[in-house]
């Protein structure tokens, strides 16, 4: 069974930084594709970044040069630097895996549901 864990999350002032983490297993493939999304309270998951097999990246328009998505392979391990962030980027975020999750996945309606989520790792900015 895959395993996705995420740490990193925590509280910040509104401008600051935080740098999320996301271990995968080794049943997670070097060539599938994974992202991060985020859910606040009686909102749908959001899809927020994504990194293909061929390390193209992309993002939600509201976080487009404020975050950046990466992926370790040695460590088997994705990232989401997360910069500049503001009140509204307070949310619970989401490692995903899926080996075809890439940047179509913005454009797909109704949105795909990855085949492996994390637990989640709450992040909160405050003023």
């Known amino acids: 069974q895959a395993q996705l864990e995420e740490s990193g999350g925590g509280s910040v002032q509104a401008g600051g930084s935080l740098k999320l983490s996301c271990v995968a297993s080794e049943s997670i493939a070097s060539t599938w594709g994974m992202g991060w999304y985020r859910q606040t309270p009686g909102q749908e998951r959001e899809l927020v970044a994504t990194i293909s097999n061929d390390g193209t990246t992309d993002y939600t328009e509201s976080v487009k040069g404020r975050f950046t998505i990466s992926r370790d392979y040695a460590k088997n391990t994705l990232y989401l630097q997360l910069n500049s962030l503001k009140i509204e980027d307070t949310a619970m975020y989401y490692c995903?895996?899926?080996?075809?999750?890439?940047?179509?996945?913005?454009?797909?309606?109704?949105?795909?549901?990855?085949?492996?989520w994390g637990q989640g790792t709450q992040v909160t900015v405050s003023s």
């Open positions: 995903a895996a899926d080996h075809l999750l890439g940047w179509e996945w913005f454009l797909l309606d109704p949105p795909r549901q990855p085949a492996y």
